[in-house]
DNA sequence: TTCATTATCCATAAATCCATAGATAACACG
DNA sequence: CGTGTTATCTATGGATTTATGGATAATGAA
């Protein structure tokens, strides 16, 4: 029948994942994808994180933004921008995920960071629920103070990296740290992990990161309140603790 | 501490990303890796089913091999390309996921065919090999003969959709036919279903198509053999169904 | 060896993308 | 209303990407 119609939407298909497809095709832009992946962020806060010049940033939201990537709202003269949905931020984790796999190169990055920091040693989800519900864990976000208050692990205290060693004596030294960060390819909680030990702490890595931990329906806290744990708690009293 | 070297160290990371994010910036070349994710297939193969010069393609395919996506293996003076991991074919999914949500104009070309065979009426795959083993479904594989042979469900019969008017006759009447193709961006099945429902035959489309089906390591069948259901009869047997 | 088939490499011209500076626009606050 | 802040739009030149034809290379068959 109409075979000629059919090839002809069939390159119309493609042309559209590959308007998708444009967005990660500059590094700059997967770097602004993967923060925002992370929460929502003004545009000039978003250029200063990526040292992108304002305009510059803003072009490669717009390009996000018409594909339908992300989202905006506005707040006086504030424009904030935010992920469209959770298949997006699934989307950069598999990109992440084939580079991790497929590049060597990605794997030596890695690699130079967390040689002492293996993976085997990483907290699953499940159990850190338990350890913060239980109370003998410490969790720090050591990203950036924007991203912790755009959504954090509730029950986790903000301790960006830059300052974990001058803030050193605000934890327990006691109780076990668990660090975590944007996910598997950021270098933040290996790095405070490796920071931690040095002074004789015992730390260890949350496997993954902030948006898995989204996605896996976990609770959330937002803004700059630390003293959350109970949120966490009455999230587990309700919820079978087996499905994640 | 070396936050300079952090920098330095990151922007290399997302410029690796972008290294894979390149491969996705062109319809033909998500067109390839697409086909790729079917199943293995020469270069003049992929050339002639994309409707792509031979240099052309065989650039595309250098773009691809160069950040490891597909990798090859020759035969005579044959050179066969494939997906180089299910991680891959899960990214090009990914892919299609973010596009099919998120642009209207995706929806709209899938529409077009589907309108009438809705989503809901899709066959599961637990339940399509529970029926296959049951002996009460013709299950057809409505892609390219090439891809059928590249591995297809076992106990599919092929029937490309361009010859499934003229060879309705091979397909009992009685029973009821399930359809399948590439996946959820794929019109093939879909429009088998229109025609077969327009001769008055029962039919319906399998949920997404053969990656997917792969992934989930249900059993596949290579080369033109259509009398394998004995295998997924084998396969059933030794395995827990629930596990799909 | 010679020829045919298949694939890769190379040079090129057209198209597209990118970062940037400067102009314009939206908004808040006096 | 004017001023300052934040973001978008526009124009530009330099870099990159793409399709293509033709040369080269690898392999099999005669």
Redesign the interface.
């Known amino acids: 029948?109409d075979?000629e119609k059919?090839?002809e939407?069939?390159?119309?298909?493609?042309?559209?994942?590959?308007?998708?497809?444009?967005?990660?095709?500059?590094?700059?832009r997967?770097?602004l994808l993967?923060l925002l992946c992370q929460g929502e962020r003004s545009v000039d806060d978003l250029a200063s994180a990526t040292?992108l010049k304002l305009s510059t940033a803003s072009a490669h939201l717009q390009v996000m933004r018409q594909?339908?990537?992300v989202e905006t709202r506005r707040d006086a003269n504030r424009v904030y921008y935010r992920s469209?949905?959770e298949?997006?931020c699934?989307?950069v984790a598999?990109?992440?995920?084939?580079?991790r796999?497929?590049?060597a190169?990605?794997k030596q990055?890695l690699a130079?960071?967390g040689s002492h920091t293996n993976d085997t040693e990483r907290v699953s989800r499940v159990d850190l629920l338990n350890r913060v519900r239980a109370g003998d864990v410490v969790v720090i976000d050591v990203r950036p103070v924007e991203e912790y208050e755009a959504g954090h692990i509730s029950g986790a205290i903000s301790l960006p990296l830059?300052y974990l060693e001058a803030r050193l004596d605000e934890l327990d030294p006691q109780m076990e740290i668990v660090a975590y960060c944007r996910g598997p390819?950021c270098?933040l909680a290996p790095?405070a992990v490796v920071t931690l030990r040095k002074h004789g702490r015992q730390a260890r890595c949350l496997e993954d990161g902030m948006p898995e931990w989204r996605q896996a329906r976990l609770p959330v806290t937002f803004g700059s309140n630390t003293a959350d744990v109970q949120m966490a708690e009455a999230f587990l009293s309700t919820n079978k603790k087996e499905e994640f």
Chains 1, 2 share one sequence.
Do not use: H, S, W
């Open positions: 029948m075979n059919t090839y939407e069939r390159a119309l298909l493609y042309e559209q994942l590959a308007r998708i497809g444009k967005v990660v095709v500059n590094p700059k997967i770097e993967d040292g594909c339908r990537l469209a949905g298949e997006v699934r989307f598999t990109l992440g995920d084939v580079a796999i497929r590049l190169e990605v990055i130079d960071i830059e390819l270098l790095q």
